[in-house]
């Protein structure tokens, strides 16, 4: 065993409590944001891309109804949401993660919340989301949008509205799941729908409002992960 090796192994237990630090203040403040709902799309964006302006009206259209909108916390459409709902007086959460490139945190989140670890970062979009709604993205939303499919399609977490919003982008991944992974039988024939394709922001907007409302008795309100 080398030095390298040796250092690494020997640090791995004081970094279970940097973890659990993160876990713990996040919780802290994301327990009392209320219920929300996740945006995820490019960091990449422009300011006069078609996809930030309907970013910024989901994020204002879904605080005027008391939700909080949670971000990534960066650029791009991550900012775009998060400027709607601060705009809307609402509660605009930044989950923003430390990146050697792309990743700064905008300036609407009045509820910022650092991450150094992926993993933890993706609990908090989860745990305390009752909607997802996916724009178009890279790695990053591709990985978010699959991740979170798997935990509803597994019922690890409730059947709540997961949006695939702009249809010309999305299509072609929804045509691509039907015809190889839905022919091959790797996905059950329901399992697609478990998502709605939108290009309407208050169809959208409507489809999680009314998922709230049903289940909005305290004695029906779903938690994302125990």
Not at 87 to 92: L, Q
């Amino acid at each position: 065993m080398n030095n390298h090796t040796f250092g690494f192994t020997k640090e791995d237990p004081w970094r279970i409590f940097r973890i659990m630090a993160e876990f713990v203040d996040s919780f802290e403040t994301l327990s009392q944001v209320g219920p929300a709902v996740t945006i995820f799309g490019s960091a990449r964006v422009s300011h006069t891309d078609p996809y930030y302006r309907i970013a910024v009206e989901l994020g204002r259209g879904l605080a005027k109804h008391n939700l909080a909108v949670i971000t990534g916390g960066g650029p791009g459409i991550m900012e775009a949401a998060n400027k709607g709902a601060a705009e809307a007086k609402g509660k605009s959460v930044g989950l923003n993660i430390e990146l050697p490139f792309e990743q700064k945190a905008n300036r609407y989140a009045n509820v910022p919340i650092h991450f150094h670890y992926f993993f933890s970062r993706k609990v908090c979009f989860v745990k305390y989301s009752i909607g997802f709604v996916f724009l178009p993205g890279g790695f990053g939303t591709l990985d978010e949008f699959f991740e979170i499919i798997t935990l509803v399609q597994t019922r690890r977490i409730h059947r709540f509205p997961l949006i695939l919003f702009g249809s010309r982008y999305w299509k072609g991944l929804i045509q691509w799941m039907k015809a190889t992974l839905g022919k091959s039988e790797f996905i059950n024939p329901d399992d697609l729908g478990l998502v709605t394709l939108s290009d309407n922001v208050q169809d959208a907007i409507d489809l999680i409002v009314d998922y709230q409302r049903r289940v909005s008795a305290p004695e029906t309100q779903p938690r994302a992960l125990a």
